[in-house]
């Protein structure tokens, strides 16, 4: 036995109050254990917590707790170790335990750029420190973990695939188990409480959302509420089934939110799920739809909620402060709420990252409910990585995921997309008759509009919706008829989240009261956004988003069909369309021809997916994400992570004081020694700014950093009153913003 103490962690207080690094080790070991249980990896993700840390059994580590300046390498030991002891799979806790601080590297060196040393490099690189043997008295490493059990697919590259997924989840149990116990740590020798991991169980959760389920506006038997009534029933006696993949058919306006809700809690209680992630397509949104689920969950949904998007994503921080990304990490969601609403951006972007701050909830998508909402919105360039991904989270990690939209794409292995879904179930109670009896409007294309006859078709109209493209003609078209009277309005993602609501509950009241309404949106108002309008009137786009539209007139069937129209219409004056959405409106001009008097008909939406997916063949995995993995020893961790972008542009979030309590919540910021809570309750007042805009912001100083000393660049606030409209949002009247404008939302 050694008589030498090693340490993990040093603080201010004498050394017997450090933290011993043998219990750290064992610690961690013994938390990632516990995550990577959920999908049969408790061994391995024991064996890569002893050894993480291991290059600080050195006497360099040591001094360096002590004051010492001398960086040392106390991460690549461990990946040596296991390496050694436990071969092929010992290569992928290699990539784990290497990067834990660092981030998952590249197994080789490329002809790429790589911001991190490729894990080759570093096995392959002389050991800057010996390390002593007095860890293998107080580590005890089992000479033959048992492996976790995979249902593996036959291709090759697809086996290579499932291991890098694989590698990923373990990494996230590393980092996660890594970070709770160093906080826990600190915590104690700070004298601050502890994290509080108690949250209601899926059985309370359920039991909450079955009383409010059982008020009297649910038990409808005529109409529009009758019909959401029996999709209800219907679907949560699906809750039985075994787990896997589902879909939900179900046409927009048909209570696809609450129905996925009692879905998800009834099949979570019934096979033992630990959660239900919602998976939202927009920002936008993610405030209306978590208010939903919050209503339905009644007291406990405050406390068992999160909602987590890109927001504050540190790798995409241009002004960050180096000393700033400690200040933040408790702002790092590691999901382990019972209930998360989230993006598509976060989910997926998570699910192909490659640092620690993304990675570290991944481990918690395991064994639980992800409802995969307007899952049509996920990217083409992307789409066979997306599908790739939700089969092995279903085929090797005990998750359900629900595949819920209006309009089902045809991902579907039998719907002759390559290397697609099998074994999907339906939720939904006969979708083609679900989609006859909630055909509430008729469609159809109208021809080319300059700006002038549409403004005067929408100016006989007393209430009408009309959604564009482009931000610049949307702001163009409400300014004109802003000048023609006070009924017009304006929706656009410059509005921050909370702006958007006001504005949405003022339109609704005014429409309820019979009042003119003429809103000109961009697309956001089609992502499950829920207001109706008598007439719509649409800019050419794909099938889709026509379809969503559609969804926001006589959304409860108070009108006749035939006096509901929406209004597709080419735009005439030269206002630019994205390219990628210019090839969506042309599969839109093809199925309209053969489907012209059924256009919201299952066939038609059959056949335009099918039309888009069969052009795009070659483009739906544009960086080659899928095929990048050729061998264990060369997973490009790094190279997935950058080539994997749902969206391009670097958007930078800046905070609008739009109310007194954001202001409030600023003022908290600034004084705050942890900033989680409240950098998630500022989400509904951002507005996302393009990087080289935000420098121009800042170098007018119409944008401040918050706390700066604390935070760097990481909080910026929105100083200029000026610059943010009431009733169109952030003002983007300088030249350098123009980029932005190129942005569908």
Known sequence: MTTKKYYAHSCDFPETEWQLLEDHLKAVGSIAASKAAHFGAEEWAEVEGLLHDLGKYCPE????????????????????????????????????????????????????????????????????????????????????????????????????????????????????????DTEAFYNRIENTPLRDSSFPTMTELKQQLDFYMSQPRFNATDG?????????????????????????????????????????????????????????????????????????????????????HSAYDQEKQSFKDPDSKDKLRQAAENWEAPIVVTTAVQFFESLYAN?????????????????????????????????????????????????????????????????????????????????????????????????????????????VLCIV?????????????????????????????????????????????????????????????????????????????????????????????????????????DWAMPAELEQYAQAFHRVYRQYADNLLSLDAIRAYFSEVYWVKEQQMDAPGILGSVRQLEGIPYEQMARGFRMIESNMLPVIVPYDREARSLLEALAFADRVGGIARKLQPYLVQVPEQGLKALLAAGAVQPVAQEKYGYQFLELVSDSLYDVECGLSWDNVTFISAENSVL
């Not at 335990?97 to 392959?124: F, K, V, Y």
């Open 469 to 573: 493209n482009n931000r610049r003609h949307a702001r163009s078209l409400f300014e004109q008829l802003r000048q023609q009277g006070e009924a017009a309005f304006h929706l656009t993602t410059l509005m921050c989240a909370r702006h958007r609501s006001a504005m949405l509950e003022h339109i609704r009241g005014r429409l309820l009261e019979g009042l003119p309404v003429r809103l000109v949106s961009t697309s956001l108002i089609e992502a499950g956004v829920d207001i109706s309008f008598p007439t719509v009137y649409r800019a050419d786009a794909g099938l889709d988003s026509i379809a969503q539209a559609a969804g926001r007139c006589n959304r409860e069937g108070w009108f006749d069909k035939s006096d509901s129209r929406v209004n597709v219409f080419t735009v005439a004056d």
């Open 61 to 180: 580590f040591q001094q360096r707790l002590r004051g010492s300046n001398r960086r040392v390498d106390h991460a690549t030991w461990g990946a040596r170790v296991a390496c050694e002891r436990y071969k092929n799979l010992g290569i992928l806790l290699a990539y784990a335990i290497a990067g834990h601080h660092t981030g998952l590297a590249d197994g080789l060196r490329l002809d790429r750029p790589q911001s991190i040393t490729p894990l080759s490099d570093r096995l392959a690189a002389p050991p800057d420190t010996e390390l002593d043997e007095a860890w293998q008295s107080e580590i005890t490493l089992k000479p033959r973990p048992a492996p976790p059990t995979l249902n593996m697919v036959e291709e090759y590259t697809g086996k290579l695939f499932q291991m890098s997924v694989l590698g990923r989840m373990l990494y996230s149990c590393l980092v996660d188990a890594d970070f709770l």
């Open 224 to 308: 529009i509420n009758g019909i959401r009534q029996r999709i209800l029933n219907h679907v949560r006696r699906q809750a039985e089934l075994e787990p896997g993949l589902f879909s939900l058919n179900v046409p927009t306006g048909g209570g696809k939110t609450l129905a996925s809700l009692t879905f998800a809690l009834d099949h979570a209680v019934r096979h033992g799920k630990r959660r239900v992630i919602l998976v939202i397509p927009f920002t936008s949104i993610v405030e209306q739809n978590a208010r939903v689920w919050r209503e339905a969950l009644g007291p406990l949904g405050e406390v068992a909620l999160i909602e987590h």
């Open 355 to 463: 640092r620690s701050s993304r990675c570290r909830k991944l481990h918690n998508i395991a064994n639980s409910v992800v409802i995969l909402d307007e899952a049509q919105t996920l990217p083409v360039k992307l789409l066979q990585p997306c599908v790739a991904m939700v089969a092995e989270l279903a085929r090797n990690y005990r998750t359900s995921l629900v595949l819920c939209t209006a309009t089902q794409p045809a991902l579907r292995k039998d719907d002759n997309f390559s290397n697609g879904l099998e074994n999907v179930r339906e939720l939904a109670p006969e979708p083609q008759r679900l989609h006859a009896e909630l055909e509430r409007v008729s469609v159809a294309h109208v021809g080319a509009l300059t700006d002038e006859e549409l403004l005067d078709a929408l100016l006989v109209q007393g209430q």
